[in-house]
């Protein structure tokens, strides 16, 4: 299973940005999809997730500002981001679990997308 994400790129500060990320493969189901960022010269760290059932949580820095949503029909999970911050500027990449396959058959996995970069100025 791949995941392509898309929708990053230069954004003054107090503007928005919407995120996306499709999965593509042999899916059965798609569990947890979260997105994740990667500051300059920072480690990765969690921004926001959904699971299934809809449940969301967000890193304490976002909440109010971004909302995640996900489209279990296309694959997708979304990220919309509002007021953005210089220190929102990082590379997002999306995930996701679940099972690959087919119903009598499947595997558990874990993906990841490229990154996509975001760059808000002040």
């Known amino acids: 299973v791949q995941l392509q994400a898309s929708g990053g790129g230069l954004v003054q500060a107090g503007g928005s940005l919407n995120l996306s990320c499709a999965a593509f493969?042999?899916?059965?189901?798609?569990?947890?999809m979260a997105w994740y960022r990667q500051p300059p010269e920072k480690q990765r760290e969690l921004v926001a997730e959904?699971?299934?059932?809809?449940?969301?949580n967000f890193a304490d820095s976002v909440k109010g500002r971004f909302t995640i949503s996900r489209d279990n029909v296309k694959n997708a999970v979304y990220l919309q981001m509002n007021d953005l911050k210089p220190e929102d500027t990082a590379i997002y990449y999306c995930?996701?679990?679940?099972?690959?396959?087919?119903?009598?058959?499947?595997?558990?996995?874990?993906?990841w997308g490229q990154g996509t970069q975001v760059t808000v100025s002040s």
């Open positions: 959904i699971l299934v059932s809809g449940s969301t």
């Open positions: 493969g042999r899916i059965f189901s798609l569990n947890r």
């Open positions: 995930t996701a679990d679940g099972l690959s396959g087919t119903r009598l058959r499947n595997t558990f996995f874990t993906s």
